[in-house]
């Protein structure tokens, strides 16, 4: 069942509601608030094939471009979206991707390091579009985007991508989908 396109289907919606609840629950910071976000796009990475992923987050982003509330502070809209946090936005889509393919090619024979080394990529590359995009979004200089908009949450983040594995690893996820 979990090959299944249907499966992989429901499960990309589910995850699209998930990383919106995730949303929510945040914590209002300057230009860019402390959410969950970062959870979720990673337990979407590691869940569903990359393909699958990608497209989980880029619904998520489309119903936002449409302006369905579903980013941090029950907001939606193209402002949101390009707006100052636009660059981590729009990457949410390829981090998830680029993570879930390098999980699911197994490249490390360690559980915890397959799926940490690409969870940490795909938040390399959401920061670095995000702190390149708010630098330019809100006219500051690369080193202000980056103390603003990185800095400040690299240890956070961290703990979200543990606490992910831990979720994974706890919950014997991949076995859980191989059986269902």
Same mark, same amino acid.
């Given at each position: 069942? =979990? &090959?299944?396109?249907?499966?992989?289907?429901?499960?990309? /919606? !589910?995850?699209?509601? +998930?990383t919106? %609840?995730?949303?929510?629950?945040?914590?209002?910071?300057?230009?860019?608030?402390?959410?969950?976000?970062?959870?979720? %796009?990673?337990?979407?990475?590691?869940?569903?094939?990359?393909?699958?992923? @990608?497209?989980?987050?880029? /619904?998520?982003?489309?119903?936002?471009?449409?302006? +369905?509330?579903? *980013?941090? /502070?029950?907001?939606?809209?193209?402002? +949101?979206? *390009?707006?100052?946090?636009?660059?981590?936005?729009?990457? *949410?889509?390829?981090?998830? @991707?680029?993570?879930?393919?390098?999980?699911?090619?197994?490249?490390? $024979?360690?559980?915890?390091?397959? !799926?940490?080394?690409?969870?940490i990529?795909?938040?390399?590359? %959401?920061?670095?579009?995000?702190?390149?995009? !708010?630098?330019?979004?809100?006219?500051?200089s690369? $080193?202000?985007?980056?103390? =603003?908009?990185?800095?400040?949450?690299?240890? *956070?983040?961290?703990?979200?991508?543990?606490?992910?594995? @831990?979720?994974?690893?706890a !919950?014997?996820?991949? $076995?859980?989908?191989? &059986?269902?």
């Amino acid at each position: 069942m =979990v &090959n299944s396109k249907t499966f992989k289907i429901v499960l990309s /919606g !589910l995850m699209i509601a +998930v990383t919106a %609840i995730c949303a929510q629950i945040s914590i209002p910071f300057g230009a860019v608030p402390f959410t969950l976000q970062i959870f979720a %796009i990673f337990l979407t990475a590691s869940i569903l094939p990359p393909v699958y992923a @990608f497209l989980s987050l880029l /619904g998520y982003v489309l119903l936002g471009l449409f302006g +369905v509330p579903v *980013f941090a /502070g029950l907001k939606g809209g193209a402002s +949101v979206v *390009f707006g100052a946090t636009g660059g981590y936005i729009l990457t *949410f889509p390829i981090a998830a @991707f680029l993570s879930s393919y390098l999980i699911h090619k197994n490249y490390f $024979k360690n559980a915890i390091i397959n !799926l940490a080394i690409p969870m940490i990529l795909g938040l390399l590359l %959401i920061y670095i579009d995000g702190f390149l995009y !708010l630098s330019y979004a809100a006219h500051m200089s690369l $080193k202000k985007a980056f103390m =603003v908009g990185v800095a400040p949450f690299i240890i *956070f983040d961290l703990i979200k991508i543990g606490l992910v594995i @831990f979720v994974h690893q706890a !919950l014997k996820v991949r $076995k859980v989908l191989n &059986n269902a």
